[in-house]
């Protein structure tokens, strides 16, 4: 029986994916699942291991069905994940200690006080890539040390092992190559020098935790394990993972981003812009750096900068202010005036993101008058993502001298026309919105392809399914568009002298 299939999974925040392709690149079968969260106190966000894994191996059948192939045809397994959300167990037995802390989870604000008031506060960003805050990884495990006996006691043992749920679940539903993860994922972990290319000793120390309880940081393609998948017959087969990488950067490599300066945005609860650099690490420090995958004996680099909340601050005016019956009428209201009417929508619901990176700034709406509609303030809002993104272009290409000739966008407010024309225009760069919305779970099949054979080298794989319809600038006066955008920057300066 010929083995030429590949599996590609995505185990998410809010659910998990699993889709099937052949060697043209077809997906011939997607399954998904949500995945429930615990909160056992306000603010704190959970997941149960075993719900994360039974929901992973349910996918995985539902999408061998619906392909109409046996589980043994299938090659190889690529795994993508939510990053920061940590997952421990017991290295004797495999069992889990504890329910996983997502990376929403805020009960390490007073951590994250202490990190900023502690000589390790000026050095994270340049050794970790990026600030410390709520979601790392890094301080989930210091509050465990402190605060659950069960990890405690498993780390004092040397039995506690700690990981992403890629690794999870391949302990969880196979058997792991020892203790590895992909460098992406690895560094996402808030553990990790990226720089120095080991672990951080002290920032270890400081945290209490152990450095044999963490994976060893390895290539993206490289042999993780196994996992044993059944087909919806209760048919079994035993397939080899050789491909790990975080959820980002896989959207990065989904939507062919492999050349310096190729750009990406995925629009969900925030919006995410990624700018693949290469094999060259930038020296600045004003944009998180990440990994972005280690293919062959050459490590890759992207910048990663964060907007304000984009999707929440849709469900605030749908939910809270009321200007939103459904997300629908987003296109429909902001379509139906031809401006912003003046007003001015500074959406920093938690704080100001890159190149602010001030967590105690405020959302505000300024310029309204007595005939200011809904439509105005959804215009305004999306104009706002619009200037956001701009200041991002402008400090990566200052910052980090490359410059990006359009952008790939996907999720949420993607969806919107007119969002995306106004990113065009502000940006002055073309936006293309690909119809295939799966990348995440497709790079990983496509990862684990390369690692197996199915395709020997990167300008072989097959392109993303579908076609892009691409939003071009539309001449418009510059003058009327730096008007706006230095609009802008006075609101940024007037929110961040608020207090």
């Known amino acids: 029986m010929s083995k030429s299939f590949l599996l590609g999974i995505d185990q998410g925040s809010s659910g998990s994916r699993a889709l099937i392709l052949d060697e043209a ?13 615990l909160h056992p106190r306000p603010d704190w966000v959970e997941q149960d291991p075993a719900e994360v894994a039974e929901g992973v191996a349910a996918v995985i059948t539902e999408a061998i069905g619906e392909a109409k192939i046996h589980p043994n045809q299938i090659a190889a397994c690529g795994i993508t994940c939510q990053r920061n959300t940590d997952f421990v167990w017991d290295a004797r037995n495999g069992r889990s200690l504890s329910n996983a802390i997502s990376w929403q989870d805020l009960r390490t604000r007073e951590i994250v006080e202490e990190v900023e008031r502690s000589p390790f506060g000026a050095e994270a960003r340049r050794r970790l890539g990026y600030a410390p805050g709520t979601y790392m990884t890094s301080l989930h495990l210091k509050w465990r040390m402190q605060h659950d006996t069960a ?19 391949v302990k969880a539903l196979g058997q792991a190559n020892g203790h590895a993860m992909d460098t992406s994922m690895v560094q996402a972990t808030g ?8 672990y951080w000793q002290e920032w270890l120390d400081w945290l209490g935790v152990p450095l ?8 993206t393609l490289h042999p993780f394990g196994e996992i044993e998948i059944t087909g919806p017959g209760g048919e079994t087969a035993v397939v080899p993972v050789t491909a790990m990488i975080g959820d980002q950067q896989s959207a990065l490599f989904g939507h062919g981003c492999h050349q310096s300066g190729d750009a990406e945005a995925t629009f969900g609860t925030a919006a995410y812009v990624k700018l693949f650099l290469g094999d060259t690490l930038p020296e600045q420090e004003n944009i998180n750096v990440y990994y972005a995958w280690h293919l062959g ?13 984009i999707g929440a601050a ?20 902001a379509t139906a005036v031809p401006d912003s009417g003046g007003v001015m929508f500074v959406p920093a619901f938690t704080g100001l993101d890159t190149p602010y990176n001030n967590p105690h700034a405020r959302a505000a709406l300024l310029g309204m008058t007595l005939g200011t509609e809904r439509g105005h303030i959804v215009r305004a809002f999306l104009e706002a993502l619009g200037y956001q993104l701009r200041v991002i272009k402008e400090t990566m290409a200052r910052d980090a001298g490359v410059t990006m000739s359009q952008m790939l966008v996907g999720g949420g407010v993607s969806a919107s026309d007119i969002a995306c024309q106004i990113q065009a225009d502000m940006l002055n760069i073309p936006i293309l919105r690909p119809t295939f919305t799966e990348t995440t779970a497709w790079a990983a ?22 076609s892009h319809q691409q939003f071009d600038p539309r001449p418009m006066a510059e003058r009327d568009l730096d008007e706006g955008y230095g ?4 609101a940024i300066r007037l929110i961040q002298s608020w207090q």
């Open 25 to 37: 690149g077809t997906v011939l079968g997607y399954a998904y699942r949500p995945l429930g969260r």
């Open 151 to 169: 990890v405690r006691e498993a780390a004092q043992a040397g039995h506690l092992r700690i990981g992403q749920s890629a690794l999870w679940l």
């Open 191 to 198: 553990l990790y020098d990226f720089r120095a290319e080991q």
């Open 212 to 219: 044999d309880t963490l994976p060893e940081a390895t290539p």
């Open 297 to 309: 004996d050459q490590q890759t680099y992207c910048l990663e900068a964060p907007t304000t909340v």
């Open 314 to 333: 849709i469900r605030w005016m749908r939910d809270n202010a009321r200007f939103l019956d459904e997300y629908a009428d987003v296109e429909r209201l």
């Open 445 to 466: 099949a496509l990862l684990a392809g390369l690692q197996s054979g199915i395709w020997p080298d990167l300008a072989s794989l097959p392109p993303l399914p579908g």
């Open 487 to 490: 609009r802008w920057q006075q």
